[in-house]
């Protein structure tokens, strides 16, 4: 795997959550807070069910334009 780094957000610490993208596949990979609460994980089930291997992280809004230009987009107006 070989990963692009498009950004940090939600401290000013190098220990941040982080978007990059895996070069060679396109996939997005991120770097967030881990959710545990049972009832944010009971909502996250009703549409998409969580496996043993699988976690949910919360990843700041911070992060949205680096996401965005992960993406491939450009110049994104998120005020």
């Not at 692009?4 to 957000?9: E, N, S, T």
């Not at 881990?34 to 944010?40: C, S």
């Not at 909502?43 to 965005?68: C, G, V």
Request: hydrophobic content about 35%.
């Amino acid at each position: 795997m070989k990963l692009r780094f498009y950004g940090k957000g939600g401290s000013e610490q190098d220990e941040c959550p982080s978007v990059s993208v895996d070069e060679d596949t396109q996939n997005l990979v991120f770097v967030g807070y881990p959710i545990d609460d049972p009832d944010v994980i009971a909502q996250i089930e009703q549409h998409s069910r969580i496996y043993k291997t699988e976690q949910a992280f919360l990843i700041p809004k911070e992060l949205r334009r680096a996401i965005w230009e992960a993406l491939g987009g450009h110049n994104p107006n998120f005020g």
